[in-house]
């Protein structure tokens, strides 16, 4: 027997509902979607129809001039020649294998740091040119999985600069495509601190949208967080909500803008770096912020360039002191850069930035070692967790951990998606290869229920 009647739970129910809808939409759990490892970014004035595949060129002969076999490779990453031989084996032709295919899978056209303060007309023609160069791109099938433009910060000083490249390079585009965007295209908007610039971002989206007779909702945006106050504003509280809130479900992503955040942190530029503890504080907060919401984050960039001292003159030779030198200065920045990446993927955060295709070395290198070296406990675990979770719906319970079963899920998704796990290694974890490709732990969770 029961006190409470239906009639007295209904407005208690009610609000409840609501309040559980409203955070189901603001939360809705990770996403399932690809996560590219990284994102490359280079000048828009220099970008190429063809660039994703001219980098991973470069890259393969960084890889070949400064670890031609898996002794070097090893001594490169710190990797003990002997005991770790096998493993720097496997990880070099890994590396190689993915050079090959796919060297590039993000790669951002950009139109401020990278690319400068400029003329207003050199501007105008460098944002046709770079939407012409990716309108070919699209055509020839060369462009990398996912790609975008940064455009100038919506400051005072800069806005009107960066809504009239991002006019133009749209427009072009649109044009030259027959009103078709590359998939994943996303423009990246730098240096945010207010959700007024956000706002403005989203309007100037509208229009470009309306006059281009786009589908509502096609322009999609990044923010880059690059100051303390885009991190604690000055009333205290955390920006990160507010400022996607004010992308009107526009954002795929966040990116941290270390060497900014540092120097507005009054980080002496010697001690201004990715493993630098005012930056684990930020991204923390970042991470915290976007926990559950969908949003990717994306760590900043090793600013430290595989590139020697010394380079050869036109018709000679550098002596072998000066390849020496150039050895030692490449493997000091890979192992740098591999060591961020590493710290960045045991902080959770799977994608960060590369200025130089020598890093792409390091990148896939810390990768595919970060999911080999953790694919058989994470195997093992959601096997235990499916099963778990089969059982509890079999018998009519409502299991409610999707969530968790989605994480466990997603590092496979992601080494899949990188090349660092192979379908058939993730099978270990008990699923089919059908079950695996539907991306989603509820789907799973389903099939086996009926």
């Known amino acids: 027997m029961t006190t409470l009647s239906s009639e007295d739970l209904a407005p208690i129910t009610s609000a409840l509902s609501r309040a559980n809808t409203a955070f189901i939409q603001t939360y809705p759990g990770e996403s399932n979607a690809r996560q590219p490892v990284h994102t490359v970014y280079g ?39 002997d005991r770790d031989l096998p493993i720097a084996t496997a990880l070099r032709a890994r590396v190689l294998e993915k050079l ?21 007309s050199e501007e105008d023609a460098h944002a046709a040119q770079g939407a012409t160069e990716v309108a070919k791109g699209l055509a020839d099938g060369t462009l990398p999985p996912f790609i975008g433009i940064r455009i100038k910060p919506m400051n005072e000083d800069l806005r009107a600069r960066a809504t009239r490249t991002l006019d133009i390079f749209i427009t072009t585009l649109i044009q030259q495509t027959d009103g078709k965007l590359p998939d994943n295209f996303v423009i990246t908007i730098p240096k945010v601190q207010i959700a007024e610039q956000v706002i403005a971002v989203v309007q100037l989206f509208r229009l470009l949208e309306k006059k281009l007779n786009l589908a509502p909702d096609t322009l999609r945006m990044e923010l880059m967080l690059e100051t303390p106050q885009a991190i604690i504003g000055r009333d205290g509280k955390i920006t990160l909500p507010s400022l996607i809130e004010a992308t009107q479900g526009r954002c795929t992503g966040v990116h941290f803008g270390v060497y900014d955040y ?10 201004q770096g990715m493993s630098h503890p005012v930056c684990d504080f930020a991204r923390e907060i970042m991470a915290v912020s976007l926990a559950g919401t969908g949003i ?27 390849t020496t030198e150039n050895h030692i200065a490449v493997h000091q920045a890979w192992n ?43 195997a093992s675990r959601l096997k235990a967790f499916v099963s778990k979770a089969a059982l509890a719906s079999l018998h009519g319970d409502v299991f409610d951990d999707a969530a968790t079963g989605q994480g466990l899920l997603n590092f496979f998704l ?37």
């Open 336 to 378: 740098l850069a591999y060591r961020d990446t590493q710290h960045s993927l045991k902080n959770g955060i799977y994608q960060g930035w590369d200025l130089h295709p020598g890093q792409f070395i390091a990148r896939y290198a810390a990768v595919y070692q970060f999911f080999q070296s953790g694919h058989a406990a994470a």
């Open 100 to 120: 090959q295919r796919e060297p590039t899978e993000d790669f951002r056209l950009d139109y401020e740091d990278g690319y400068g303060n400029r003329l207003d």
């Open 43 to 81: 000048g828009g004035h220099l970008f190429k129809s063809d660039t994703a595949r001219r980098l991973g060129d470069t890259a393969i002969r960084n890889l070949e001039e400064y670890a031609p076999d898996p002794e070097t490779f090893a001594h490169a990453f710190n990797l003990d020649r």
């Open 262 to 271: 540092t120097a507005g942190r009054n980080i002496t530029a010697a001690y």
């Open 414 to 450: 992601r080494g899949i998606s990188c090349g660092a796990i192979t379908e058939a290694e993730a099978q270990e974890t008990g699923l089919t290869l059908e079950e695996i490709r539907t991306r989603s732990f509820l789907k799973i969770l389903l099939g086996r229920r009926k």
């Open 296 to 322: 990717f984050l994306s760590d900043g960039a090793t600013n430290i360039l595989p590139v020697g001292p010394h380079r050869a003159a036109e018709g000679q030779t550098l002596t072998k002191e000066q």
